[in-house]
């Protein structure tokens, strides 16, 4: 069964209301965006922001991501990890995916806004984890508090369909993922390398008091195997 039939089948057994997630009826409206609102909707609001996206980048570049490196992120949201990404990483080579428009419409801003449109991110809407459209394979990949916000019927979907965007040997980070088991990962053919608990990362220097800590972890860095 391909994937894009595997979704339709999901969807067909567990209902379009289903595959929605935690940001579905979120909008955000012109002012709201330029007041920077989103970042009420994300954890550690606008006092943890920047810290937060920062961390990403630092537990990538930690485990080898370099300026030349391709990064698929999923789920980027309005960006608070994408701007020090699209920063860091060559022109071109960062895309971003999200399902809520009024996300979408505040990262695009922002990349005009920090003066990275010379560096060519993409960020745009995708709904059901329909990577379809996908038309490169990554090197890295990226899902940072976004599975824990989706069911059963979602990972799967997920999984089904993400392997398709990476390349051979390609690392992907999923956070928040204590409901990770092997077999989940099958599908995409993707192998644990590294699990990092809270013990294992430097969480308090980022924005994250000591009772949040433990909700971040464990992070698996998961490897691509050949097709």
């Not at 204590?178 to 995409?188: G, I, N, T």
Request: glycine content about 10%; hydrophobic content about 40%.
């Amino acid at each position: 069964m391909g994937t894009s039939a595997f979704g339709g089948t999901l969807k067909r057994i567990f209902g379009a209301r289903a595959i929605a997630g935690k940001y579905t009826s979120l909008q955000l409206d012109d002012d709201a965006i330029a007041r920077g609102d989103y970042k009420l909707h994300l954890g550690g609001g606008s006092e943890g922001w920047d810290a937060r996206g920062l961390f990403q980048l630092h537990l990538l570049r930690a485990r080898g991501l370099e300026p030349s490196s391709t990064l698929l992120d999923i789920g980027c949201g309005p960006l608070r990890a994408g701007v020090h990404f699209i920063r860091y990483l060559d022109a071109g080579n960062y895309q971003g995916f999200d399902y809520n428009a009024s996300f979408v419409t505040a990262g695009q801003r922002l990349i005009a806004e920090h003066g990275l449109a010379d560096k060519r991110p993409s960020v745009a809407m995708l709904a059901d984890f329909d990577f379809r459209g996908v038309e490169r394979r990554f090197d890295y990949g990226l899902a940072f508090s976004v599975l824990n916000h989706c069911n059963e019927a979602q990972r799967k979907l997920f999984f089904a369909n993400i392997g398709r965007c990476l390349a051979p040997g390609a690392k992907l980070f999923i956070s928040h993922a204590r409901w990770l088991k092997e077999p989940d990962l099958a599908s995409a053919r993707l192998s644990i390398l590294n699990r990092f608990d809270a013990a294992d990362l430097d969480l308090s220097n980022y924005g994250w008091p000591a009772p949040e800590q433990r909700s971040v972890c464990p992070i698996y860095e998961l490897v691509k195997r050949s097709d």
